[in-house]
Every structure is written in structure tokens, then in C-alpha cells.
């Protein structure tokens, strides 16, 4: 089936799937400092409009799950935060060695419990920035941590086997759903995408920008270019 199709194949019965979003990127546009990122009340209201029709509306989200509801702004929504850390006890026990790593790092870090970001869309000198972060995420590397970059970031992780993709599948097993879609921006999100092979039915959506990884459009079924295009996408359902 074509995207269009699988909307359509989603949207028809809503009690047996799952609506499944990042919120950076996806939801929120993304601005300058993470911590002025919004959902427009626009798209929020087509959020709210969505979990009151299908068995289950959920964000994933890169930040930890307190935040990310700050930024969506409405309940009734589930929120895994850290792209799924906070789901693997493992995680917790590598908090304390990644967190003195990123004390040594002469760069502003953005502090989760689990993980921590490093931002350089605000670099007056993104070659030089990029460069310069490319040196911590070897260094944080050689230490055992998990380094990856994303749109104008360096995120750093513990070493464990969770992810957005089992982010993914954590919710659709504890809901008990094989019918699904997922909308993501980002590298991270390329595990979602693959999390949604097997199923019923996957809907992979792909905000794709100019920062994004080309894998992202490569993967999706529907691919759009904004979160503004996104919300369109979203009133289909």
C-alpha cells in the first residue's frame, strides 16, 4: 500500500492502534535553545483529539519524560522520555560515570538523569563546533559510552540495549496492539521505524530536513518536510 493507503488502513480502525510521536522536531518545531521548544496549541489539540480516538497515543522523546510533557502541554498523552533509557535498570548504573565524563567536557551540556546532550545550533562556528564534539564522542567512546549525533547535537548514552525501537515495542506489548504509526525527525528514530517491522500494520512518518539523516526518508512511508506538515498528516487519522 501507498502512505496514503496506510493512513487510511490505520485510521480505519482506531481502537486497535497505536499513534506514536516524537515531540522535538516532530511535534515542537525546533528552535535555538531546547528549552523554549512548544507544541503549538494548534497541533496540541489534534493530539488530544487523537487519544480520545484511538486505544493508544503516546510521545517518545529524547528528553526526559517530565520535560517532554512540559513542551507537549496536555494530559492524557503516555510519555517515555530519554528514548527509553528510564525503561532498562541498566541504564542507572552507568548515571554516575556519565555524568563525571561530561564534567570534563568544556562545552554547555544539557543534564538528564540517564543521559546528556551537547547542542551546537548556537555555535557561532558550527564547522569548528562539529569538529570539536566529534573529539568528546571519541573520547566518550573509548570510555564505553554510547555517542551519536542528531540534528545539531551530540547525545550521549549508556551502553545498554534500550532505545526508541524498544520503546516501541514496550508500548504495543503492554497495550496489546499490532497496528501502529510513528513520526520522528531524527537518527534516533530510525530505530522506531524498525521497531515496527512484524506488525499488522506500521506507518512509518519521516519529518524530513536538511539535518536529518537521508535513512530517514529512505525508511518512511509517508514523508513530510515540517511539523506544520506533520499536523496535516495527523488530521488525517
Same mark, same amino acid.
Given at each position: 500500500?501507498?502512505?496514503?493507503? %496506510?493512513?487510511? /488502513? ?14 522535538? $522536531? ?19 489539540? &489534534?493530539?488530544? @483529539? %487523537? ?30 522520555? /530519554? ?32 543521559? !546528556? ?12 563546533? @562539529?569538529?570539536?564534539?566529534? &573529539? ?14 542528531? @540534528?545539531?547535537?551530540? /547525545?550521549? @548514552? ?14 504495543? &506489548? ?23 517491522? $512484524? ?12 539535518? $536529518?539523516?537521508? &535513512? ?7 514523508? !513530510?518536510?515540517?511539523?506544520?506538515? %506533520?499536523?496535516?498528516?495527523?488530521? /488525517?487519522?
Amino acid at each position: 500500500m501507498d502512505g496514503d493507503a %496506510l493512513l487510511a /488502513e490505520l485510521a480505519r480502525e482506531p481502537a486497535r492502534a497505536a499513534v506514536l510521536l516524537d515531540v522535538d $522536531g516532530v511535534l515542537a518545531p525546533i528552535v535555538e535553545r531546547p528549552e523554549d521548544a512548544a507544541v503549538p496549541e494548534v497541533t496540541r489539540d &489534534e493530539v488530544r @483529539r %487523537l487519544a480520545g480516538r484511538y486505544a493508544l497515543v503516546a510521545c517518545i522523546s529524547g528528553r526526559p519524560a517530565e520535560d517532554a510533557a512540559r513542551v507537549l502541554g496536555l494530559d492524557g498523552v503516555a510519555i517515555v522520555g /530519554e528514548h527509553g533509557l528510564g525503561l532498562d535498570p541498566a541504564a542507572a548504573e552507568w548515571a554516575e560515570r556519565l555524568h563525571a565524563f561530561a564534567d570534563g567536557v568544556d562545552w554547555p551540556v544539557e543534564r538528564k538523569p540517564l543521559s !546528556v546532550s551537547l547542542h551546537y545550533r548556537a555555535a557561532g562556528d558550527e564547522v569548528a563546533a @562539529r569538529t570539536f564534539l566529534e &573529539e568528546v564522542a571519541a573520547r566518550a567512546q573509548a570510555e564505553g559510552l554510547v555517542a551519536s549525533f542528531g @540534528r545539531k547535537v551530540l /547525545e550521549l @548514552r549508556p551502553p545498554v540495549a534500550a532505545n526508541k525501537g524498544t520503546a516501541v515495542r514496550h508500548l504495543l &506489548e503492554e497495550h496489546g496492539l499490532r497496528r501502529a504509526l510513528y513520526a520522528g525527525d531524527d537518527t534516533t528514530d530510525l530505530d522506531a521505524f524498525a521497531a515496527l517491522d $512484524g506488525l499488522e500494520l506500521g506507518v512509518r512518518v519521516a519529518v524530513v530536513t536538511p539535518e $536529518g539523516p537521508p &535513512e530517514l526518508r529512505e525508511s518512511a512511508d509517508v514523508a !513530510v518536510e515540517s511539523p506544520a506538515q %506533520l499536523l496535516d498528516v495527523l488530521r /488525517e487519522l
